[in-house]
């Protein structure tokens, strides 16, 4: 979002949450397990009535967005009904979109930061989908639950403690889904590890590792539009995982987090803050405004993170070093491993030679272990696109689930603890390595609630 008075209120916007954010953490360090007492009924496996139509409102449709709209335009029972976003060149690009697919255009919202409740109080909406800047997310999520819509928004849910609490009570309370549209999840390869996982390919679960390395220092240079021109200022900010869930999302399904098991405790360790200054240096003259900033985020920060289970789980964030992508995506079982960047297994039994060699042929495992959904969509996913399918088969699959009266994938209940590691981790580094406690936001459901299960 740009445009309207945009430059000074995001700096009094970024600054005031990222101060919220510390202090949030220095007031949960000790007590973050404690729930607070609920005020509504669990939406665990939360089922709302069928929707022959399901009617969609965007708000925010620039860089991320913009997908989003191509997206439901060619999902069956989808109708985009609503956009809002207060960069007009992002509206008129919109326009176009809309044109170019022969479509009705939507109502069309973008008059000051708040015109988003415009869209809110249309009544041809029945889910809000949410691709803001991260401190948008919790206002316009709880907003649109409290209206009467179900709220789908970008990863992180929320960047404290209290906002993910907030949302979490709002869910409660209204009985809409919260759901963070953590799009991994529905990766080829994420969908292959869930049910390689739930047929007991590694045997008992062990360990898990996940990540977001991806190097994205030129996002430095979006000043005044773009991802880069409001991200940045985190780095300068918080001392922490800065986006911990696009590995982290996955290998918590493998383990089946808030469903039988659920993540304890955490401890976290940050680099030296070096690549994002000197990047800075070189790129920009020396009164430049990102030569002003104080870089204060780690280059690489690695957390740990204990479940209640005793399982453990290793979390990287690096958006800065020189080095290929990764999210990891390990997972390892007493029977064997499997990881990613390259796609690789170790079996004891039932894999193609010994364990003390990598299989990399992933022929004959995509053969016999591709996921039902990737079966059934796959094809139309890649054709769609969206970080190779995944961003249209994540839609697709939040339709089908409110046309057909089935309980999304993931919830308020996990976009919250995934969502948690941002300011758990900014915590832990501030003291010392020392481990902060995740609170249990299901307060205590996680002991009964189904695993997620593999469908068609």
């Known amino acids: 979002m740009s445009g309207f008075d945009r430059r000074s209120f995001l700096k009094a916007s970024v600054a005031t949450a990222a101060a919220s954010a510390l202090a949030g953490c220095a007031a949960n360090a000790g007590s973050s397990a404690l729930a607070p007492k609920a005020s509504g009924r669990s939406v665990m496996g939360l089922v709302v009535p069928k929707m022959a139509e399901v009617r969609v409102g965007l708000i925010g449709v620039g860089e991320r967005g913009v997908g989003f709209i191509h997206h439901f335009n060619n999902i069956e029972g989808a109708r985009v009904t609503a956009i809002c976003d207060t960069d007009p060149l992002v509206i008129e690009r919109a326009k176009k979109v809309m044109s170019d697919a022969g479509l009705a255009q939507p109502g069309y919202y973008f008059q000051g930061k708040h015109a988003y409740r415009e869209l809110l109080a249309r009544q041809d909406v029945d889910i809000v989908v949410i691709a803001t800047p991260w401190e948008w997310h919790h206002p316009m999520a709880k907003e649109a639950m409290l209206a009467g819509k179900h709220a789908f928004v970008e990863v992180p849910m929320g960047i404290t403690m209290e906002q993910l609490w907030d949302l979490v009570d709002t869910a409660e309370q209204t009985q809409r889904n919260c759901m963070m549209m953590e799009n991994v999840c529905y990766g080829r390869d994420e969908l292959m590890v869930l049910n390689m996982v739930r047929q007991g390919l590694f045997g008992e679960l062990l360990h898990g590792e996940a990540a977001y390395i991806h190097e994205l220092r030129w996002q430095m240079k979006e000043i005044d539009r773009k991802t880069g021109s409001w991200r940045t200022k985190y780095h300068a900010l918080i001392d922490g995982n800065l986006y911990p869930t696009h590995g982290l999302g996955p290998v918590s399904q493998y383990m089946n987090i808030n469903r039988g098991d659920r993540f304890d405790y ?145 919830d308020v209940y996990d976009g919250a603890a995934w969502s948690a590691v941002q300011p758990l981790s900014a915590a832990s580094v501030a003291d010392r390595g020392n481990s902060k406690d995740f609170p249990d936001f299901t307060r205590g459901v996680w002991q009964s609630a189904k695993p997620l299960g593999i469908v068609g």
């Open 266 to 410: 955490l401890t976290s360790m940050s680099s030296p803050s070096l690549g994002r200054a000197a990047y800075a240096k070189r790129e920009f003259p020396a009164d430049h405004a990102r030569n002003k900033l104080n870089y204060i985020c780690g280059d690489i920060n690695t957390s740990l993170i204990k479940t209640v289970k005793g399982r453990t789980i290793m979390v990287q964030h690096d958006t800065t070093t020189p080095r290929p992508y990764s999210r990891h995506n390990l997972i390892q079982g007493t029977n064997g491993v499997f990881a990613g960047f390259p796609n690789r297994i170790a079996l004891e039994q039932g894999g193609s030679g010994s364990f003390h060699h990598w299989d990399q042929d992933m022929t004959q495992w995509y053969a016999k272990y591709d996921h039902p959904l990737w079966l059934q969509m796959g094809e139309a996913a890649e054709k769609n696109g969206g970080h190779g399918g995944m961003d249209f088969l994540m839609c697709w699959r939040m339709i089908y689930c409110l046309r057909n009266g089935e309980p999304l994938d993931q």
